[in-house]
């Protein structure tokens, strides 16, 4: 648990993690936090066709927080030195929770098993019965980072995370990269998400679907008891906003930034969602964020958004309908992106599994900076 303090937040710290096994964060209020999907998936060559060309760098080394493009590194993955354990945070960090029954935007569903037990298969040639779901109340929990010498009242920029787990990694970055100017002072607002995973799920919902539907929760439904009790100025430029993700909550991240350019214009994505996972299905965008390098991004008007991307080489593939891989939907990404011009950077990340805690450990200061790269208050 995260312990208030006057002067700062004293933290548990969680046991370390193999870095070459995805990160299985642990269940809070009965959800599962962006959990890592199946065993088996293959390792895939960063040089197969199709793939964007990349600038393999020398085991260990990454990239400059400066430098645009593809990158591949690995396959060992130490962690930065602002990942390092620290019981005391120079900033603050406040947990606070909120009830489905007072969301107007989000008031819990929960998919149903189907009658044949098929409902959850992951055997692509099982028959998939139709998505049903019902009423489901949840309880998520909202952290809240303030930086050190943080002034009540004045204007701050802020990052919004999602899939909030009780794992101060995310805050320790930040207290560290803020004491060393490497990105300016912050407010970190992470979000548990409503509960379970996949179609039909509250978190699918949430993540999955192709609207700035979440960026307006966040919005409306945080950020206002954020600022309330914290008694902290939120900017309102989207040049000081960030969204950050996983997985579903990466997909999520660049849809608050896509659908909601005026809120947000910077993205972190590790093992991004880019493929068909969207439910209710919509015909605007029939396949979901696969959609994104598929359609949307080529066919739009650039946008002013600077994004960081990553994929590992044992990524998720579950490709039971050509929607489904996460490598190869990633790396689509990264072509689109540069096609249209845009500030990207793109690590293609050896001997890594899908939201690899190694792979995090390693890059999550370089993702930061990368993002912050620019701003200007």
Known sequence: ?????????????????????????????????????????????PNSPG???????????????????????????????EL??????????????????????????ARQ?????????????????????APAPYSRKVAVYVPKGYSAGTEIPFLVAGDYRDDPWLFVATDNLIAGKKIPPMVVVWIANGGSDGQGSERGLEYDTMSGKYAEFVETEVLPHVEKQYNVKLTKNPEGRAALGCSSGAAAAMSMAWYR?????????????????????????PHGAWDY?????????????????????????????????????????AQALADKGYPYQFLFTRNAGHCDAGVRSQTLPLALEYIWQGYRK
């Open 51 to 81: 793939y964007v060309k990349a600038k393999e760098l020398p085991d260990g080394q990454l990239p400059a927080a400066t430098e645009n493009g593809n990158f591949i590194i690995g396959p060992t993955h130490n962690p930065a030195a």
């Open 84 to 109: 390092a354990p620290k019981d005391l945070l120079d900033g603050k960090v406040s947990v606070f929770t909120l009830e489905s029954k007072d969301s107007k935007i989000y008031p819990g569903i």
């Open 1 to 45: 648990m995260l312990i208030c303090l006057s002067a700062g937040a004293v933290i548990a710290q969680a046991p370390p993690q193999t870095p070459a096994q995805p990160a299985q964060p642990p269940a809070q209020g009965g959800a599962a936090q962006a959990p890592a999907r199946g065993p088996g998936a293959p390792t895939r060559d």
């Open 113 to 133: 098993q189907s009658p044949n037990g098929r409902g959850n298969t992951a055997d692509p040639a099982a028959p998939r019965p139709a998505i049903t779901i």
């Open 293 to 333: 390098h598929a359609t949307i991004i080529p066919n739009s008007p650039k946008k002013p958004l600077r994004i960081w991307m990553q994929v590992s080489d044992r990524d998720n593939y579950q490709n039971r309908d050509d929607y489904h891989d996460w490598v190869v939907a990633n790396e689509h990404m």
């Open 261 to 285: 350019t005026d809120l947000y214009h910077r993205v972190v994505s590790y093992s991004g969602t880019f493929v068909y996972q969207q439910w209710p299905p919509n015909p605007e965008t």
